[in-house]
């Protein structure tokens, strides 16, 4: 286990299989149906510039290697880079990896891959395969430790409250009822409110659920919000939601003055295959989402109704489907199956240019993480992990406008 230089990526195993139900092919990057070139979107103007550029200075700066699967997940706090893998693993890395690290740096264990993951204050929350989110106790240690697990949601004490009464069952499938608080499939993305207050999460089963921090008590579940999987969840300032799905439908979500649960407010719908991705603009301004049909729409708020996106037009580069987005500043850093990541810069015209495209993975970037450098230092920092078992580490010098 250790650092590598990107210049010499080692072989790696093959990229373990996602075994789900048939009506799951489109909402995990394993299958065909994510990997593959789907129709793209000539109808929808594109938005970036016909002559890229990708002279800027981009520089790999260590491969980090020590997962045995497919990295899933990636988060970046404090000290560290988080990473989490297919096999259940969380793995800690220094935010500054030194040139080789000894030792085992796993901090916790899952069960089932671990699809999202955020951190609030000192807890790591992670988003698990097996229907479970789990809550971990932050050591900011160097070498890392092992992590306690201080809570499994739903909690036993959520779980209790709910058996008793017959209004808290829904109907899982035919003759079968389950309490509400429970997620019935993959959690596949979490979101937190900008106060910290409240945890969004998707899942697979079709639902979003939310949950108070202070206490990890369920507050509300959104049954059958998306009529297949739900890849993807984002959360504005202001407390929109945004889900995503292989429906190829993005629903945005709100909780008005008075009212005791989020209502559907819109509906957008333009891509033709599987949303994977969805970021949001730090002034909540933009919507930006990828899906298997290899574009990113460009989602803005309409200046008549300022609670509503209106569909700008779409950035195009990538080859296959877009697995993975984030966004800083006016960066917007893409992740595609076609094993590259895509640097886009949002100019004041509103028209966008491609930073750089960089290349150094060898199988589909799944998970990117992004921060931005000193006030001193125009840069910023991207981590991406792949289906190639590696974490990347990247600096990225951002020209002045």
């Known amino acids: 286990m250790g650092l590598f230089p990107c210049s010499c990526p080692l072989p790696c195993n093959k990229t373990r299989e996602c075994q789900n139900n048939s009506t799951h092919l489109q909402s995990d990057f394993s299958t ?5 070139s789907q129709p793209s979107l000539p109808s929808v103007p594109s938005l970036s510039s016909p002559s890229q550029n ?3 200075d981009h520089q790999c700066l260590v491969t980090l290697r020590g997962h045995s699967s497919y990295v899933s997940s990636l988060a970046v706090s404090g000290k560290f880079i988080y990473s989490g893998s297919s096999d259940g693993k969380i793995l800690a890395w220094p935010r500054e990896p030194p040139e080789n690290i000894a030792g085992d740096n796993t901090v916790a264990v899952g069960n089932g891959a671990v699809k999202a993951m955020v951190v609030f204050r000192y807890k790591l929350i992670t988003a698990h395969q097996d229907h479970k989110i789990r809550v971990w106790k932050i050591e900011e240690r ?18 209790f409250t709910k058996i008793f009464s017959g209004k808290n069952y829904v109907e899982v499938r035919r003759h079968k009822k389950c309490t509400w608080v429970h997620h019935l499939d993959t959690v596949s993305s979490l979101a937190l409110s900008k106060d910290g207050s409240l945890l969004y999460s998707a899942s697979w089963d079709r639902t979003f659920k939310i949950w108070r921090t202070s206490d990890f008590r369920c507050l509300e579940s959104k ?4 009529e297949d999987a739900i890849n993807a969840v984002v959360v504005s300032c202001d407390g929109f939601v945004y889900t995503g799905s292989a429906d190829k439908k993005i629903k945005v979500w709100k909780k008005q003055p008075r009212e005791k649960r989020h209502n559907l407010v819109a509906t957008l719908e333009k891509h033709v295959s599987a949303v994977n991705a969805l970021a949001i603009s730090e002034d909540d301004t933009v919507l930006y989402s990828g899906a298997c049909d290899r574009s990113i729409l460009v989602w ?7 609670e509503h996106m209106v569909l700008a037009g779409a950035l195009r580069g990538h080859s296959k489907a ?7 500043s006016d960066l917007v850093f893409s992740g595609s199956a076609d094993k590259a990541i895509r640097v886009w810069r949002r100019g004041t015209d509103k028209g966008y240019s491609c930073l750089a495209a960089l290349d150094g993975h060898s199988k589909p970037v799944k998970c ?4 931005l450098g000193s006030d001193s230092d125009v840069s910023c920092m991207v981590y991406s992990g792949s289906l190639d078992l ?11 406008l």
């Open 368 to 371: 990117l993480a992004v921060s």
């Open 390 to 400: 590696s974490v990347k580490v990247w600096r990225i010098r951002i020209p002045l």
């Open 300 to 306: 803005e708020r309409n200046r008549i109704d300022d």
């Open 322 to 328: 877009i697995l993975c987005l984030a966004v800083v």
């Open 54 to 56: 990708r002279h800027h």
């Open 32 to 36: 065909s149906s994510s990997l593959s």
């Open 142 to 159: 160097d070498p890392p430790q092992k992590y306690k697990c201080v809570a499994t949601l739903p909690t036993a004490n959520d779980r």
């Open 223 to 226: 049954e059958k919000a998306h």
